[in-house]
C-alpha cells in the first residue's frame, strides 16, 4: 500500500486546512482534485513529510508521515506547478544532479540522466541551456528530475499547465506509459478534468478540507437509471414516433444528440430492430453516465 | 537473448544516503562559477599578491643576490608574523574577495528563489542545513584559495627556502594564525553573501549589494569618524572590523585605537543575524503553492 | 447568418518574424474556439481583430466598419488577455472602474457596471483586496471581468480558462454560453481541447500563421480523406460481427481492441457501413453495448492536420 493515512487534521493557525482525511490508494495512476483552497496542497505537503499533521496517522511507502520523512523523500518524485529549474546549466548535468541529490552515485546518475531525457522526448536538446528552453520543453524536464531516481512513488502538479494540444497529449501519453508501470504509483493533481479522465482510473475528490469522494472513475460515474445518447441519421420524426410508442421519453440536444429514456424492462436493443424497420442509421450509441466535471460539482456542492 | 522494450525503464540501482548529501551542490556552484564570463581571468588577478608575497619571501632569503635592487630600506622584506597581517588584511585582497564573492556568491540562493528551484532541492531527501552547507561550501572554496592556501603555502615555501626550521621555532604559533583567520574571514563572508543572496530574487541586484554594503560601510564609518572624530565609527566598517581583529590574531598592534573584541562582537553578529534571516527565507514548507 | 467580423488577406509579420499569413475568413454570430500549437499566431490574430495591432497587410471589418483607428467601435469590443496586466497596488474594484472610465459613462453607471462584472465573476467579496494579494485564479476571473464590463457586443477572450479551477472553468463556459444566446460574438482560444468543444462545435484551426481549417468539428473531420474513419464497437460478439464485415470493400480494417469485446472498424464510407449495422445486430442476435467514433472529434481533428 503506497499511500495510507487515517484521520489527518491540519490547521495553519485559527484556518483548518484538512479536517480528518482517510485515504487508502489501490494501483495505478490516481487523481487529487478539488477545488481552490480544498486542502489539496496541505495534503501534498504532508504526504512528502514537510510538514507534521496535528493529528492523525499514517504512512507513504511504508515509511511514516511523522517521523520518516527523510525516506519518503528519497523515494518519491515531484513534479511541481511552477516553472522551476537552473540557470546556467544543460539538461544532462541538471538531471543527474538532481538524481544525486536524491542519492544516486555521481556515475550512474549521468547514465540514467541520458536515459530519461530520451525517454521524455528532449533527446536532442539535452546539452542546450536550460534558458532557451520553451515551456513545453522545461515541462518535459520537470518530469525527468521527477523519474531521474526511479521513485516508487509520483507526484504530478498540473502537468500539463502551459502546454499546447500535442504537447499535452505527449505528456499524457508518458504518464499512462510511467503509470502502467505495477510498481510505480502515479498521484496528479490538476484543475484539468479531460487529462485526469484520461490518465487516471482512480480520483480522490477533496472539498473544504474533507473528503468529498473517492473511487474508481468508472465507479462514480454509472447512473442508475437506463438513459442512452444516440446520433442518428435518416428519417428523423418516424424513429422518434416509433420510441415514443414503447413509452421512452427523448431529448434532443443543440447538437443533435438524442438522449432517449427508456421505460423500465424495455430491451435497448430493441432500438437496433426499430432502425432497421424505419431505415435510420444509428451513428452514436453510448449508455449514458454522469461527466466528471458534473460529479465534481455534484460532490462539492455546486449545481 | 534480451530486447530492450520501448517505454519507462526501472533504474537497478540502490539509493543511499551520501556522506555528504550537500557536496553535489558545492561542487555544481563552483562548476557554475567557472563557466562566468570573465571569472577564470579575474581570479587569477586575485592571486597575484599571493604571487607576489611569494616572491617576496624568495628574496629575503636570498637578500645578498639582491642587494643590487635594493636601496635603503629592506625591513619590509623582513618575513614575520606582520608580513603575514600585512598580505592577509591588505585593502586590495579584501576589495578583491569581495569581487568573488560577487561573481560565485551572488546568485546561489538568489538564482534558485527567482526560479523557484528550491522545491526541486527539498522534494529530495535534504535537509535545510544541507541546502546551506552546500551553498557556503561554495564561498569557502574559493576564499581558502586566496586565503587559506596562500598563508600555508607562505610557510611551507619559507622552510623551504631558508632550508631550516628556524622560522617555524621562532613564531610556532603562525600557523594557527593563519588558519583561524581564514576561517573567520572565510565564516563571515559565506554569512554576508548568502544573507545578501537569499534577500533578492534578482543576482544583479545582489552583487550590488555585495559590493555596495562592503564599500558603503567603509565610506560611512570614514565620514562619520571625521565628522565625530571617534575611533568607534570604524565599528560600521565592515573592511576595519576584519582588519582589526586580523591584527590581534596576528599579534600585532590594532589600527585603530578601540578593543579588538569590539570588533569581534560586531563580526559575529552580523554572522547570528545572518543566519536567522536565512532560516526564515530558504524554507522547505511553501514549496508547494 | 451575416459576419459580425471580416477579414480579407490578412497578414502580419514582426520584423522578419512571421504572425500571421494571408487570413481571409469570416466570424458569425455564436461561439468561435480558435487552437493552434503554441507560436501559430493565435494571439496575432487576436490582437488584429480587436484593432490593437495594425496588420501589414490586409484588413479587418466589424460589423461593416473597419477596425483599426475606429474608436468608437472599440466600446463594443471586449478583450481579456493572456498575459497578466494589472496594476498590482489597485483594487479589483479600483482596476475595474479605472477602465470602464474610459468609455465616457456616467459614474453612477460605471459602478453599476463594475459591480455586475465582479457579481459575474463572483468576486465581489474580494473588490476592496489589492490586486497584487489575488491568487491566480482570481486574477483570471478579473481579466474576465473587465471584458465584459462595459456589455460588449463582441467578446474575445484569450485564453480565459488559464489558471481556474474545475468549478471556475464550468462558471466561465456557462456565461459564456449565455452571452452566445443573448446574440452576441465570442471568439475564445484554448489548449486544451475538450474545453472548446464543450463550448461550439464552430473552429478555427491556426497553424503556420495560416488557417488550416474553419467551421464545423464533425463536417471538418468528414473532409479528411487521408484518415479513414474509425468506428469502435462494444457488443456481445466481436469475432462473429468481424466475419459479417470483411465480405465488404468499404470496410478497410478490423481490429480487436485490448478492451474486451471491443471491435474497431474502419471505413472509407461511414453511410455505408451504418447503413448496414442495424441488420447485421437484429440478424445476428448480437447485443450491442456501445457504438462510438474515437476519431470524430476535435482531438483526432488536430492530430491528422497538425500533429507530426
Known amino acids: ?303 | 537473448m534480451t530486447i530492450k522494450e520501448r517505454g519507462y525503464a526501472h533504474w537497478d540501482g540502490e539509493l543511499q544516503d551520501g556522506r555528504f548529501p550537500w557536496w553535489p551542490i558545492t561542487r555544481i556552484g563552483i562548476r557554475l562559477t567557472f563557466k562566468r564570463k570573465f571569472f577564470k581571468f579575474f581570479f587569477g588577478f586575485t592571486l597575484i599578491p599571493a604571487l607576489v608575497w611569494l616572491v617576496g619571501i624568495y628574496v629575503s632569503e636570498r637578500l645578498e643576490d639582491f642587494k643590487f635592487m635594493m636601496e635603503g630600506e629592506t625591513d619590509f622584506l623582513n618575513v614575520n608574523p606582520l608580513y603575514f597581517k600585512t598580505y592577509f588584511t591588505n585593502d586590495f585582497l579584501l576589495f578583491m574577495v569581495v569581487m568573488i564573492l560577487v561573481f560565485c556568491g551572488a546568485g546561489l540562493i538568489a538564482d534558485d528563489l527567482r526560479h523557484n528551484a528550491l522545491q526541486l532541492y527539498f522534494a529530495r531527501p535534504l535537509k535545510k542545513r544541507d541546502y546551506l552547507t552546500g551553498k557556503a561550501a561554495v564561498i569557502f572554496f574559493f576564499l581558502f584559495i586566496v586565503t587559506l592556501i596562500p598563508g600555508i603555502v607562505f610557510i611551507l615555501f619559507k622552510l623551504i627556502f631558508a632550508g631550516n626550521f628556524q622560522f617555524f621555532a621562532s613564531y610556532p604559533w603562525l600557523i594557527l594564525s593563519v588558519i583561524a583567520y581564514s576561517v573567520l574571514i572565510t565564516t563571515f563572508f559565506a554569512f554576508y553573501t548568502l544573507l545578501l543572496s537569499s534577500i533578492g530574487k534578482n543576482r544583479r541586484y545582489v552583487s550590488i549589494l555585495i559590493f555596495g554594503v562592503y564599500i558603503f560601510s567603509d565610506i560611512f564609518s570614514a565620514i562619520f569618524k571625521e565628522i565625530f572624530r571617534s575611533h568607534y565609527f570604524y565599528l560600521l566598517s565592515i573592511k576595519s572590523n576584519l582588519q582589526q581583529v586580523g591584527a590581534v590574531l596576528f599579534d600585532q598592534r590594532t589600527p585603530w585605537n578601540i578593543p579588538w573584541y569590539y570588533s569581534l562582537t560586531v563580526i559575529i553578529a552580523i554572522c547570528l543575524f545572518s543566519a536567522y534571516i536565512l532560516k526564515q527565507r530558504v524554507r522547505g514548507v511553501e514549496i508547494i503553492k | 447568418m451575416t459576419a459580425i467580423i471580416q477579414t480579407q488577406n490578412l497578414s502580419k509579420w514582426y520584423g522578419n518574424v512571421l504572425g500571421l499569413s494571408d487570413v481571409t475568413l469570416e466570424i458569425e454570430q455564436g461561439i468561435t474556439g480558435i487552437l493552434g500549437p503554441n507560436g501559430a499566431g493565435k494571439s496575432t490574430f487576436l490582437k488584429l481583430i480587436t484593432g490593437q495591432i495594425k496588420s501589414n497587410i490586409g484588413s479587418v471589418t466589424i460589423m461593416g466598419q473597419p477596425v483599426w483607428n475606429n474608436y468608437p467601435q472599440f466600446s463594443e469590443i471586449g478583450f481579456c488577455p493572456e498575459q497578466d496586466s494589472f496594476y498590482g497596488e489597485m483594487t479589483g474594484w479600483q482596476f475595474l472602474t479605472s477602465l470602464l472610465r474610459l468609455y465616457h459613462l456616467s459614474s453612477t453607471e460605471i459602478e453599476k457596471k463594475a459591480d455586475k462584472a465582479l457579481e459575474i465573476v463572483e468576486l465581489s467579496e474580494d473588490k476592496n483586496r489589492a490586486v497584487r494579494s489575488y491568487s491566480r485564479g482570481m486574477r483570471q476571473r478579473l481579466k474576465v471581468a473587465q471584458s465584459i464590463a462595459h456589455d460588449p457586443k463582441i467578446i474575445i477572450l484569450d485564453e480565459p480558462l488559464n489558471g481556474l479551477d474545475p468549478l471556475g472553468r464550468r462558471k466561465i463556459i456557462r456565461l459564456i454560453k449565455e452571452y452566445k444566446g443573448e446574440g452576441r460574438t465570442i471568439v475564445v482560444s484554448s489548449h486544451v481541447l475538450p474545453e472548446i468543444e464543450a463550448m461550439t462545435n464552430q473552429i478555427i484551426l491556426i497553424h503556420q500563421g495560416k488557417i488550416f481549417a474553419q467551421g464545423d468539428i464533425h463536417y471538418i473531420r468528414d473532409l479528411i480523406e487521408t484518415h479513414p474513419h474509425i468506428i469502435s464497437i462494444r457488443c456481445s460478439d466481436p469475432r462473429q460481427l468481424a466475419q459479417k464485415f470483411i465480405h465488404h470493400d468499404f470496410v478497410l480494417k478490423v481490429n480487436f481492441g485490448l478492451k474486451k469485446g471491443v471491435l474497431l472498424v474502419e471505413t472509407n464510407s461511414r453511410d455505408k457501413f451504418f447503413g448496414l449495422l442495424p441488420s447485421l445486430f437484429v440478424e445476428n442476435q448480437i447485443e450491442v453495448e456501445e457504438i462510438t467514433s474515437p476519431d470524430d472529434n476535435l482531438q483526432a481533428v488536430f492530430d491528422y492536420l497538425i500533429g507530426k
Do not use: W
Request: hydrophobic share 40%; glycine share 8%.
Open chain 1, 1 to 303: 500500500m503506497s499511500v495510507e493515512i487515517q484521520q489527518i487534521h491540519f490547521s495553519y493557525g485559527k484556518i483548518k486546512a484538512l479536517n480528518g482525511i482517510d485515504i487508502r490508494l489501490p494501483q495505478g495512476a490516481i487523481g487529487l482534485l478539488g477545488p481552490n483552497g480544498a486542502g489539496k496542497s496541505t495534503l501534498l505537503r504532508i504526504l512528502l513529510g514537510f510538514l507534521v499533521p496535528d493529528s492523525g496517522e499514517g504512512s507513504v511507502l511504508g515509511y511514516d508521515i511523522r517521523s520518516q520523512q527523510a525516506m519518503i523523500r528519497r523515494y518519491v518524485g515531484y513534479m511541481p506547478e511552477d516553472d522551476c529549474f537552473i540557470p546556467g546549466m544543460d539538461a544532462v548535468s541538471f538531471t543527474s544532479y538532481m538524481g544525486e541529490l536524491s542519492g544516486m552515485p555521481r556515475q550512474e546518475a549521468m547514465k540514467r540522466s541520458h536515459e530519461v531525457l530520451y525517454y521524455v522526448g528532449l533527446e536532442e536538446s539535452r546539452y542546450r541551456m536550460l534558458e532557451t528552453y520553451s515551456a513545453g520543453m522545461r515541462q518535459r524536464l520537470k518530469l525527468a528530475q521527477s523519474i531521474v531516481h526511479d521513485p516508487k512513488l509520483i507526484f504530478l502538479d498540473e502537468p500539463t499547465s502551459g502546454l499546447d494540444p500535442q504537447g499535452r497529449k505527449e505528456i499524457l501519453e508518458l504518464i499512462m506509459d510511467i503509470s502502467s508501470k505495477k510498481d510505480i504509483q502515479v498521484l496528479i493533481s490538476s484543475h484539468i478534468l479531460p487529462d485526469i479522465e484520461q490518465t487516471c482510473s482512480y480520483v480522490v475528490i477533496l472539498n473544504k478540507g474533507e473528503m468529498a469522494a473517492e473511487g474508481q472513475i468508472s465507479e462514480l460515474k454509472q447512473v442508475q437509471y437506463s438513459l442512452y445518447e444516440l446520433k442518428i441519421k435518416g428519417e428523423e420524426q418516424a424513429f422518434l414516433d416509433r420510441l415514443a410508442s414503447m413509452d421512452s421519453q427523448v431529448e434532443q440536444t443543440e447538437d443533435k444528440l438524442l438522449k432517449v429514456y427508456l421505460s423500465p424492462g424495455t430491451d435497448p436493443q430493441d432500438i437496433f430492430k426499430i432502425a432497421v424497420e424505419e431505415k435510420v442509421q444509428i451513428r452514436h450509441f453510448v449508455k449514458s453516465q454522469t461527466s466528471l466535471e458534473d460529479l465534481f460539482a455534484k460532490v462539492v456542492g455546486v449545481d
